[in-house]
């Protein structure tokens, strides 16, 4: 029974570079959203996405943008990487309704 | 927006011993009250749950309370065990997003 899939585990980049992280869903799952978790501290919701479409989105800056693929897979890619950005990223699953299960994350650390 | 509120911060308690999370939140909205145990360097993993129209749910050891006039839910956790130590988040969906609590970190001493 596949869990959510996050891809990679680690990631390291450096300050002004791009990056794309990946979440595979639970299947039969439709809904993806992503969080943010600095250390120490709850996440943060970054983006949902539902049926390919953009549900919501958090106080993120442009920089952050997502999409979600006609498998229900999705990216989320981050551009001009600044310190802060490092953070453990968060992807989570569900069919629609509230529950939500996470992936195991992408370790992002930004030198 | 909403605004989720987590105490303590820390906890330690004995082995055997009952553990109790408190959370707050201000969205009279938000409808479905999660709590997720995070281990070190694992995914948050959903133990229990409650929504809105529900004042009480338990699931074996652990058991969530919710009083919506009040806006604030909690965890307990009965007869603590090493392997209930983790990180404890509670969580609160207003049908838009989860607002998260800042979590608490529970150390159960043997």
């Known amino acids: 029974d596949a869990g959510v899939t996050q891809s990679p585990t680690h990631l390291i980049k450096t300050r002004g570079q791009q990056v794309t992280l990946r979440c595979s869903p639970i299947s039969g799952h439709k809904s993806v959203s992503w969080y943010q978790q600095v250390l120490g501290q709850g996440p943060q919701f970054i983006f949902q996405?539902?049926?390919?479409?953009?549900?919501g989105r958090g106080n993120f800056p442009d920089r952050f943008s997502a999409r979600q693929f006609p498998n229900y897979s999705s990216e989320l890619n981050v551009n001009a990487l600044l310190l802060g950005d490092s953070a453990l990223y968060l992807c989570a699953s569900s069919l629609g309704t509230p529950e939500a299960f996470f992936g195991q994350g992408t370790r992002l650390t930004v030198v | 927006g909403e605004n989720v509120e987590q105490h303590p911060s820390t906890l330690s308690v004995q082995e055997g011993d009952s553990a109790v999370i408190k959370c707050t939140y201000s969205d009279s909205a938000s409808n479905y009250f999660p709590w997720y145990k995070q281990e070190l360097g694992k995914r948050p993993q959903l133990i229990i749950d409650i929504r809105s129209n529900v004042g009480e749910k338990k699931d074996q050891r652990i058991a969530v309370t919710l009083n919506k006039t009040a806006k604030h839910f909690s965890l307990h956790i009965t007869e603590t065990q090493p392997e209930d130590s983790a990180v404890y988040f509670c969580?609160?969906?207003?049908?838009?997003?989860?607002?998260f609590g800042t979590g608490t970190s529970l150390t159960v001493i043997p």
């Open positions: 969580a609160a969906n207003n049908g838009n997003q989860f607002y």
């Open positions: 996405y539902y049926e390919k479409e953009e549900r």
